[in-house]
């Protein structure tokens, strides 16, 4: 079964650190989408990629093809960056919904 | 702009009960999709809609129906609910489907509580 792994599953970061936070799947896939899902539960898409990187404001997500692998940093973490932070992926050649991983659940402490 | 506009925000029923939940977008978007979020799992595709007049089934697909009567509403249906359908329940929208050479951003709603007893 195509499956999508997030790590850790829990973060906890002190105000400024810089935040990884890691998605790896098992077989090609034609695009990777990060989201972001608020405490009060609305979800905001954040990137969507299928290859390099792109960069938005503090927000980095790369994606290595190779090795089956994206990450999604954050630079200068402030509080209200604080909420779960969700990969899904399409796989290639599927009919094209998205496989969701279970999320990583972030708290940026001040 | 409102984007996805999901009602009702929270909802209790009883075993056998059948509700409607509504979704509505102002985009313009022709495709939307209705999914559940569960404890310690994944979202997981419920039913998905191509355009006005048209659905089809996504992962989990049993016990719900889905309408599409006009492009903007997407209503998802659960005609005997079981305590086994308590979850969150969002909706989403995207202007190009994610089946074909082009993905576009989804845009989601902000999630309907249910709870089945």
């Known amino acids: 079964k195509n499956e999508v792994e997030q790590s850790p599953q829990n973060l906890t970061a002190q105000e400024g650190e810089f935040i990884t936070i890691n998605c790896s799947y098992s077989?090609?896939?034609?695009?990777l989408h990060w989201l972001q899902q608020h405490p009060g539960g609305g979800i905001v898409s954040l990137f969507m990629?299928?290859?390099g990187k792109k960069k938005h404001g503090r927000l980095i997500a790369t994606i290595n093809i190779q090795e089956k692998h994206s990450s999604l940093h954050i630079t200068a973490s402030h509080p209200r960056d604080s909420a779960v932070y969700i990969c899904?992926?399409?796989?290639?050649?599927?009919?094209?919904?998205?496989?969701f991983g279970k999320g990583t659940k972030l708290s940026v402490k001040p | 702009n409102a984007g996805v506009t999901q009602t009702p925000k929270f909802r209790v029923l009883k075993t056998g009960q059948s509700m409607t939940l509504l979704c509505a977008q102002d985009?313009?978007?022709?495709?939307m999709y209705w999914y559940r979020q569960d404890p310690g799992m994944g979202l997981r595709l419920i039913h998905y809609?191509?355009?006005?007049?048209?659905?089809a089934k996504g992962e989990v697909p049993d016990g719900y129906n889905v309408s599409r009567l006009k492009k903007q509403n997407f209503l998802l249906g659960l005609e005997s609910a079981a305590p086994s359908q308590t979850s969150v329940y969002f909706c989403?929208?995207?202007?190009?489907?994610?089946?074909?050479?082009?993905?576009?951003?989804?845009?989601f709603g902000n999630g309907t509580r249910l709870t089945v007893t």
């Open positions: 989403a929208s995207s202007y190009a489907g994610l089946q074909g050479p082009v993905t576009t951003p989804l845009h």
């Open positions: 985009m313009n978007h022709e495709y």
């Open positions: 077989v090609g896939i034609s695009a």
């Open positions: 990629l299928s290859s």
């Open positions: 899904a992926v399409r796989y290639a050649g599927s009919q094209g919904n998205l496989i």
């Open positions: 809609s191509v355009g006005e007049g048209t659905t």
